[in-house]
């Protein structure tokens, strides 16, 4: 088939069908090229000018979040974001988000959403040191929804345990709003000396472009646009737009890489994978951002089938693919060193004076155009806003009535959103690297530094329904919510990466929610001092009309001084004192998981809450655990304090003895900014003095295994067992159902 | 170049979890006249028969690669090919 | 004693063999590429867990074809000490140097937690520090574990005391007699799909594993007093 020419593009507009838009290509021509752009040229522009590659709709929303302090070696901007953790070392982390793939093809979109971050991270010259994912999916109602999560478990598990990366935390939801659109987000933690650092620039005429790892093929081609467009549509253009990974490809990738950046840096210029948008993205980003030019001979390119275009070469989306700089002089040393580990390297083009991205293909020139059309051009798009009806009518949640709330408890432990997600979380590799030290089931997932005292913690943390009620307050909350799961194991937050999920983009009232939830997170990050040093945008999360609830993930790295100190979620032993530390309780129960269990509905106005009185609780708690005053500690989150409670005994053979000045509902609240913590009988005046008003004695551990406390309106008696029986068995029960 | 097709499946004593697994998947789509499934691997080599004897050369790929005499056994067939 | 652990391509648990015998036991260990063809000099060889050529085909086909195998077969055959964990177990088999092979779990999927073994030989150089019928807790994970020979295998690794480890309580893959790990006829062999190298430190919540490499460390050393 004969590619159209330049004016056939002009007069038949098959660029809409790439989501270029009509004022887009005008511009293009009119402004950037001053000619009618190619064929080749006409998908590159498309593809670069996405959402996926060009955060053109989200970069205003964006500059919103503070991403600098002491510690931030490098912000957004690079493969992933870098902080110092002492020592000459530095943690490195990003999220991204695999959600259209994964609800096609959900085995592969999931385990190449896991290969794509762990590039980004090796690209930084760091090595993964774990693995997090964030998944939301609709209620196990349907066989759908069980094939989705079993798919995508098994894809993350597979590519993962392969690569020989623990994945050692994560969340997992469960809303009608994901049912036809679930969210799948992964993130990746490296570890790496400072010296090490990598950029993902080309720069120094005659320096070579070298490409190395899986061959291209056709694979995913317009990969980065699908994802920016609406998911009902069924174009044949998206027919290939889920990638195959190859997880043993990508670990002989990954020891080259690491090979090259730790051995031979004095080779290398930068180094970038090539993820959404293949080649073209990685080497126009690498040249713009080291204000080169740039020429490529895709002949040169491995190609794994036959009679492809230069615009299939340019868009494929091939997995397990990285793009180098490497100094003039030293191409054959770094082919040989690919070699060793049987992988392919191809000098495929230079840097070149001036600012022109050139390629051929045949021995002709296929492109030439300027690099910053592709990259700093994009036209931004203001977006309008609108405040949606049910916020601005909200009124406060009814309080739910419970009447027997020994049963009120043991329902909602049964609840998919809080029930054991072991069923998933041991098809993990969580141990392998022998660094675990707190694996999946608790607060944050916790790993040692080895031939050091210091432990990194991190965690996943996104709750759609709070910013579907509020986003802004929701945005506050999920911060605040990813800092406690640092605090409570006793380390203190660095900073964070995010996911942004939410629905169209055009719809005002969606970028009203856009925009309120990252101020919102903005503001929290502010007074958290957790800055955003890296992230994902995934727009147009619909299906067949219905949006997700905006729900932006939060991925929090932490730090932890001293191994000793680390807090462990569950309870050590009988006769400790029990206290409830944090905000007081109150009546918060818009947006609960009581809520949804009782009245089937996510309504009622979120309260709002003192970000800086959080702050400072959460610091001076983490003070008394580095003093040893803590035995252990569990946020409470989904479910409150009921919850949490239980939580805390499972798999100890110990209960609780409590006296709470709260009401059976009380007891299910979600109040934020709060921890459930347990504290040696002879720490108590130093713990008292330290923490003050902010931590209320409710009680004392037991060794009778039965969690029991007084309520103003009643009395609660569960055997710890018997709970953990049900919170166990729940989804195994849910998933082997029938319908 | 001749094409061959080589099944690989476990002996008839081995049991096969994902043949299970499958059978109770049919049954449960209303399919009771399903007595037994077996799930094997399936491979399609291209070789040159000029190079060397195709029975010997199928034989010897099988059995010091493909097949785990363990718990595997395998047939194969030879399909026409350019002469 | 100078220990060996083998890098195959896909190999992911090498650094925690490593790790657990140079930081935890202070052993003489190195690594050692699959590209190499000898094992000179080496006491003992080590074969890592991980997913070597990506368990592409059969775990472990691939791994038996490289150019370390024919050493790590002579190690064998003069009676130095080889040992095989979870990848490097379904190696040994696939190699010959031990007998019956790796199924797939039966439940079909991956699992990774902590399980009781059954110490069911303490005479083997591996295993001299642990009690007989002691029971012990050893992580795994995988997901072709499911141990499988024919009956007359069976008989005979029972008779000549081949296994090893057992899984006590509960049987994780659908392995046959619940054999977790066993020996060669002689002893200088061992593969086991648990993880013993992941239970070596507190701070990661368990030590059970720790005594494996002590006694392969200690009947090592009094090997070589006695040469």
């Known amino acids: 088939m004969a590619e159209m020419t330049p004016e056939e593009i002009k007069a038949q507009k098959p660029y809409l069908d790439w989501s270029l838009t009509e004022h887009e290509y005008d511009y293009i021509c009119d402004h950037l090229l001053h000619r009618l752009p190619n064929y080749t040229e006409t998908g590159l522009f498309s593809v670069m000018w996405s959402e996926h590659c060009s955060y053109k709709k989200s970069k205003p929303v964006l500059k919103l979040f503070p991403n600098k302090n002491d510690r931030v070696l490098q912000g957004p901007g690079e493969g992933a974001g870098i902080i110092d953790i002492g020592d000459g070392q530095a943690v490195v982390f990003k999220a991204e988000s695999h959600n259209h793939p994964s609800a096609v093809e959900p085995y592969e979109g999931a385990a190449t959403g896991v290969g794509g971050i762990l590039r980004d991270i090796f690209s930084m010259g760091a090595r993964p040191i774990a693995s997090l994912d964030s998944l939301h999916f609709g209620e196990i109602d349907r066989p759908r929804t069980k094939y989705l999560i079993n798919e995508v478990v098994a894809g993350i598990g597979g590519y993962g345990n392969c690569m020989g990366i623990p994945t050692i935390a994560g969340e997992m939801t469960f809303d009608n709003c994901y049912t036809g659109n679930c969210l799948v987000n992964a993130m990746s933690v490296g570890l790496m000396e400072q010296k090490d650092m990598q950029k993902g620039r080309a720069s120094g005429v005659g320096n070579a472009v070298i490409y190395v790892g899986a061959k291209t093929g056709r694979d995913g081609i317009h990969g980065a646009t699908f994802a920016s467009a609406d998911f009902a549509d069924d174009k044949a253009t998206q027919r290939s737009a889920v990638q195959v990974g190859n997880p043993f490809m990508e670990k002989l990738l990954m020891e080259a890489c690491l090979e090259l950046t730790h051995d031979h840096h004095d080779w290398l210029v930068g180094i970038q994978d090539m993820g959404a948008a293949g080649i073209v993205s990685s080497s126009c980003e690498m040249a713009s951002k080291a204000d080169s030019g740039m020429e490529l001979n895709l002949d040169m390119v491995p190609q794994r089938e036959p009679g492809m275009s230069a615009y299939e070469i340019m868009l494929s989306e091939s997995q397990e693919r990285m793009l180098l700089c490497v100094k003039k002089g030293h191409e054959d040393d770094v082919i040989k060193l690919f070699k060793e580990y049987e992988l392919e390297a191809v000098v495929i083009g230079r840097v070149t004076a001036g600012h022109q991205y050139v390629l051929y293909h045949h021995g002709e020139k296929v492109t030439d155009i300027p690099v910053s059309s592709l990259t700093d051009d994009v036209l931004e798009e203001p977006s309008a806003e609108q405040m949606p009806a049910r916020i601005k009518t909200a009124k406060d949640a009814n309080v739910p009535e419970i009447s027997d709330v020994n049963q009120a408890l043991k329902q909602i432990l049964a609840q998919p959103t809080i029930a054991s997600k072991q069923m998933f979380t041991q098809t993990y590799d969580s141990q392998v690297r022998t660094s675990t030290v707190v694996g999946p089931g608790s607060d944050a997932g916790v790993l040692r530094v080895r031939g050091t005292k210091k432990g990194l913690a991190m965690t996943t943390d996104g709750n759609g329904r709070f910013v579907y009620l509020d986003p802004k307050i929701g945005g506050k909350r999920a911060v605040a919510e990813a800092c406690a799961n640092m605090i409570s194991s006793g380390a203190l937050p660095l900073g964070m990466t995010d996911c942004l999920n939410y629905g169209d983009p055009n719809d005002p009232e969606i970028y009203w929610e856009l925009h309120q939830s990252v101020s919102g997170m903005a503001q929290a990050c502010e007074i958290f001092d957790t800055p955003v040093i890296s992230g994902n945008v995934s727009l147009y999360n619909e299906n067949n009309g219905e949006a997700i609830y905006g729900t932006p993930m939060v991925g929090m790295v932490g730090l932890i001084k001293d191994l000793k100190h680390v807090i462990p979620s569950f309870v050590q032993k009988a006769g400790s004192l029990v206290y409830l530390v944090g905000l007081p309780t109150e009546d918060d129960y818009a947006g609960s998981e009581i809520q949804k269990m009782l009245t089937k509905t996510i309504s009622g106005r979120l309260h709002d809450f003192d970000l800086v009185k959080t702050n400072q609780m959460m610091k001076t708690l983490l003070n008394a655990m580095e003093q040893g005053l803590v035995e252990s500690s569990h946020d409470l989150s989904e479910g409150g304090l009921g919850v949490a409670l239980a939580e805390t005994c499972f798999n100890t053979n110990l209960g609780l003895k409590l006296d709470l000045d709260l009401t059976k509902a009380q007891l299910f609240s979600e109040t934020p900014g709060r921890f459930v913590v347990t504290v040696p009988k002879n720490k108590q005046a130093q713990f008292e003095k330290m923490l003050a008003q902010d931590a209320v004695l409710i009680g004392e551990v037991t060794a009778d295994g039965c969690l029991e406390a007084d309520l103003t309106d009643g009395h609660l008696q569960v055997d710890v067992l018997e709970a953990q029986k049900i919170w166990e068995e729940a989804i195994p029960c849910l998933m082997k159902s029938k319908d | ?83 | ?227």
Request: proline share 3%; net charge negative; glycine share 8%.
């Open chain 3, 1 to 227: 004693m100078k220990i060996a652990v083998v890098v195959f391509p896909g190999s992911n648990c090498d650094i925690d063999l490593y790790e657990a015998l140079a930081t935890v036991c202070h052993a003489d260990v190195e690594y050692v590429s699959h590209k190499r063809d000898n094992l000179d000099g080496f006491d003992a060889v080590m074969l890592p867990g991980g997913f070597s050529y990506g368990d592409y085909l059969r775990c472990g086909a691939i791994a038996r074809f490289t150019n370390i195998m024919p050493a790590i077969v002579k190690m064998a055959n003069e009676g130095k000490f080889v040992f095989g964990t979870c990848n490097g177990f379904q190696i040994l088999t696939e190699a010959g140097l031990l007998p019956g092979a790796l199924k797939q779990n039966d439940s079909l999927k991956f699992v990774c937690k902590t399980v009781e073994l059954e110490v069911v030989n303490n005479k083997t150089p591996f295993t001299s520090q642990y009690g007989l019928h002691e029971h012990i807790k050893l992580p795994i994970a995988h997901a072709d574990g499911s141990y499988y020979a024919d009956e007359a295998t069976l008989e005979q690794l029972e008779a000549n005391n081949q296994v090893v480890f057992r899984y006590a309580k509960e049987n994780p893959n659908g392995s046959l007699h619940d054999i977790a790990g066993i020996c060669n006829e002689r002893g200088n062999v061992l593969g086991m799909m648990p993880h013993p190298e992941r239970a070596v430190e507190a701070i990661l919540g368990n030590t059970d594993g720790l005594r494996l490499f002590k006694s392969l460390l200690e009947n090592g050393i009094k090997t070589e007093v006695t040469k």
């Open chain 2, 1 to 83: 170049m001749v094409d061959v097709r080589i099944f690989v499946t476990y002996k008839e004593s081995v049991f096969d979890p994902q043949g299970e697994t499958i059978k109770n998947a049919i049954h449960s789509l209303g399919h009771d006249e399903v007595e037994n499934v077996k799930v094997g691997k399936f491979f399609e080599v291209t070789i040159d028969s000029e190079k060397k004897d195709l029975e010997t050369a199928v034989k010897e790929i099988s059995e010091e690669l493909l097949v785990n005499f363990n718990l595997e056994t395998y047939r194969f067939e030879i399909l026409g090919g350019e002469a």
